[in-house]
């Protein structure tokens, strides 16, 4: 796994954190609600990709 990930996936919540509270304090909580869902997402599909890997690397490891 590479250090870059980690720090993207970071940068994500940083932004939608922000997000979330510009979002609350102005009273727009369902908007907020969606970039939080919406953050989620796409750090899910930053990861699938490590998880395939994941799983090929356990694969080769036990001959399956």
């Given at each position: 796994?590479?250090?870059?990930?980690?720090?993207?996936?970071?940068g994500?919540?940083?932004?939608?954190?922000?997000?979330?509270?510009?979002?609350?304090?102005s009273?727009?909580?369902?908007q907020?609600?969606?970039?939080?869902?919406?953050?989620?997402?796409?750090?899910?599909?930053?990861?699938?990709?490590?998880?395939?890997?994941?799983?090929?690397?356990?694969?080769?490891?036990?001959?399956?």
């Amino acid at each position: 796994m590479d250090i870059d990930l980690i720090f993207r996936i970071a940068g994500v919540g940083i932004i939608v954190a922000v997000l979330d509270i510009l979002l609350k304090k102005s009273g727009k909580d369902e908007q907020a609600m969606m970039t939080t869902i919406a953050g989620l997402v796409v750090v899910l599909m930053m990861i699938v990709g490590e998880i395939g890997t994941l799983f090929d690397t356990i694969r080769s490891v036990f001959g399956l």
